[in-house]
């Protein structure tokens, strides 16, 4: 008989150098737990990822995209947040308009020294997901 | 009421006194009520010049074309070229200017106002004319538009026959022109986004089902891409040309090319397509309805255009094409811009 294999969400996770990548690998250092299903891919700032990395992300395959950037007034760029912050709005109400899951699709402020902010952010996202299932709407079918 | 007559008469004296290249306007085409775009550059060409409820298109986007004409001539002629607006196609000259695609001096804005009526939607009208011989179209006053088919003249309430976004048009008048034709209009509209919140209040599963029908039909034939005056892009990130696979293309190469949407009319590309298009004209689409009528299998594209004005407006305060002078949406913000939804 075989066992019903528990669906695993995978999160792609758009992390700024600065603050939020820098906050993911404090996590990792300060040996605080946090479940394994990230994919964590740093960028130069949050206000650097385009609303195709997302769509991107969705059609390789992740079940939820996270952007995480410097809290407002922190970013490394200046405002590259403030500018990211916008994008994003229009994108999270754009894929719920279409009918994807909002809790599909997350934004954040983590810094440097938020270590289990972060871990916080991640457990409750694959609790979120857990329930949905994989996400196959935006999945490429070719 | 904007009088032909008056509208006719700039158009020659412009020609005349050779303050601009050319004008482009609507005609008809032999004895057919819907116009077509024209581009009068002779004084006794005026004589055909329309307006009328079937001007449907946005003119604007020719400026395109003549920009790229204009980058290729040795010598090129610098003076403006004419060109007749409505309420939203104004809009959409003063995005092109806000962009710095164009500059104010390169356009004789003729600004004509559709006042409380504006543009048919075809279907409809032939709907309600069905079987009839349909003539011409003109605007009545008031709110309402003249019918004749065959001999007799039925005057009907706009609404009835126009074009949905005209129905949830709030800026009739254009916004920026050298000459204004017709009457400053504010108008009342209930709720212009009414159906957007109606396609809102659906649960996520009916969402997708809309969403996923309406995809599954689209054929990537880049019609509405074509026809909007925003999209003006050398290279399209939804076809990329550069990317283009040639013979002696190495693996390398190839791997290092990053094709965002592919070719293929699978529904995961053409979501992909669709969602790139809609942020790409977040603060700037002027509704103008162009993408929405061009599409061979009806894909309602206007409703994701108008649930990203909805959002801009909510959101930000903004409207695209107002203020050319202002950044555009993306290109700024407010500190206290709304953050309620991050974590
Ligand atoms: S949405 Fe319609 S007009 Fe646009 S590419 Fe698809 S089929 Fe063509
Ligand atoms: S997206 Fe459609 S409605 Fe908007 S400006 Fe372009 S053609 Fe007009
Ligand atoms: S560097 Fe972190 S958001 Fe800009």
């Known amino acids: 008989m075989k066992m019903e294999e528990k669906f695993e969400p995978k999160i792609v996770a758009f992390l700024c150098k600065w603050c939020s990548s820098a906050g993911s690998d404090l996590a990792g250092v300060s040996r605080l737990k946090y479940p394994p299903n990230v994919v964590p891919i ?58 994807i899951e909002p809790q599909r699709f997350h934004m954040s402020w983590v810094s440097a020294a938020e270590g289990a902010k972060f871990t916080e952010i991640i457990s409750d996202f694959v609790k979120e997901l857990e329930p949905l299932g994989p996400q196959n709407k935006l999945r490429s079918n070719l | ?63 395109r074309d003549e920009k790229m004409r204009k980058e290729k001539e040795k010598e090129p002629d610098t003076r403006p070229v004419g060109v007749i607006v409505k309420g939203c196609d104004s809009r959409a000259v003063n995005i092109l200017i806000q962009e710095n695609y164009i500059t104010r001096d390169d356009v004789y804005i003729i600004g004509v106002s559709c006042e409380k009526s504006g543009i048919v939607d075809e279907k409809k009208l032939t709907k309600k004319f ?50 204004l034709f017709g009457e400053k209009t504010d108008r009342e509209v209930p709720d212009p986004f009414k159906t957007i919140k109606e396609l809102e209040s659906f649960d996520t599963t009916r969402k997708w089902e809309f969403w996923k029908e309406e995809m599954d039909k689209c054929i990537r034939c880049y019609a509405c891409r074509s026809v909007c005056p925003m999209c003006y892009c050398d290279e399209c990130v939804a076809d990329s040309i550069s990317l283009a696979v040639k013979p002696d293309t190495t693996a390398e190469e190839k791997a290092h090319k ?18 790139i298009r809609a942020m790409h004209l977040a603060g700037r689409c002027v509704d103008c309805g162009e993408c929405d009528r061009v599409c061979p299998v009806d894909i309602p594209l206007r409703y994701l ?13 903004y409207t695209a094409g107002m203020e050319p002078e202002k950044p555009t949406l993306v290109s700024c913000f407010r500190e206290d811009d709304p953050e309620e939804f991050i974590l």
């Not at chain 2, 158009?11 to 006194?17: A, G, V, Y």
């Not at chain 2, 965002?260 to 590309?269: G, M, R, T, Y």
């Not at chain 2, 649930?307 to 801009?312: I, Q």
Request: a positive charge; one cysteine or more; proline letters at 4%.
């Open chain 1, 42 to 99: 740093t960028v130069m700032c949050s206000g650097s990822v385009s609303p195709n990395y997302i769509f991107s992300a969705f059609k390789k395959g992740a079940d939820g995209v996270l952007v995480s950037g410097c809290h407002p007034g922190d970013c490394h760029y200046m405002k590259g947040n403030y500018y990211a912050r916008r994008r994003i709005t229009l994108v999270k109400e754009l894929l719920d308009f279409i009918g």
């Open chain 2, 130 to 179: 069905a079987g009839k011989d349909i003539r011409k179209l003109d605007f009545a006053g008031n709110g309402k538009i003249q019918v004749t088919c065959g001999t007799k003249n039925s005057v009907v309430p706009a609404e009835e026959i126009l074009a949905d976004r005209c129905i949830e048009c709030t800026i009739p008048t254009p916004i920026v022109f050298d000459v």
């Open chain 2, 258 to 275: 990053i094709r965002w949407v592919e070719k293929s009319p699978v529904i995961s590309e053409n979501f992909n397509y669709h969602l």
């Open chain 2, 1 to 63: 009421m904007v009088t032909l007559e008056e509208l006719k008469d700039n158009c020659r004296q412009i020609l005349k006194e050779g303050k601009v290249k050319y004008i482009i306007g609507y005609k008809r085409k032999n004895g057919q009520y819907m116009t077509v775009p024209a581009f009068l550059d002779r004084i006794e060409e005026v004589d055909h010049l329309v307006w009328d409820p079937s001007c449907i298109y946005n003119l604007v986007r020719y400026l």
């Open chain 2, 305 to 317: 255009n108008r649930k990203m004005e909805k959002e801009s407006l909510d959101h930000f305060g």
